[in-house]
């Protein structure tokens, strides 16, 4: 796997994500001396992640100023591949195997952005050149049990369950849309078992 191996998880707010990354990450981490793993998140931490968390705080309306997020979701996408993402899976060679594995990315703008009323095409387009994954896992959990799981914390623009219910729908459709290596993962179900796909689906990835 001379390219590096290039994992995505995305999914609705409260979907599990976060937990199974980490989960991954430990699991590669000592599957393997030769495994180098980089962990990371869109939006980043970069001007474009920052302004578009900004506006994520602010506002109350899911369907308010989805041009503008586009259009940063799409540079901060761009900044991500060029200075962290590629350099990365480009180092990898045959002492090393190069591991990203990345919370969310254009999975979400397709089923986000669609949320707020853009078309499916224009943002397929917008994200088309992107380099395509290795393997997406798109974690997949009604709205309700999702909102329950981040009850605790302060609640941001997209996560109302009306707005969520559209996302779900989106996030489902796209293994229709897209020619990617898409596996949804039923998320409703414990942890361990969520993990357990996962891990099942990547290993299959690295014999
Ligand atoms: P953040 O709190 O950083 O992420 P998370 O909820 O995964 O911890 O907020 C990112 C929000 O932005 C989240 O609600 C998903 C949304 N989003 C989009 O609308 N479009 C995108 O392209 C991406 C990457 C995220």
Redesign the pocket.
Known sequence: MKNGLFIVVDGI?GSG?SEVIKLLHNYLFSKHKKYRILTTR??TNGVYGNRI?EI?RKEKVPTSNSKK?LEL?VKDRQEHLKNTLEPFLKSSNEHELNIVLC??YYY??IA??SAQGLSTEELISKNKAFRKPDIAFILDVEPSIALKRIEYRKK?K?EQLEFMEKIRGNFLKLPKLLDDNIKIIDASKSLDKVFESAKKEVDKMLV
């Open positions: 707010d994500k869109e939006p968390r994520l997020l979701f919370d969310r979400s703008t986000f952005q941001e997209f």
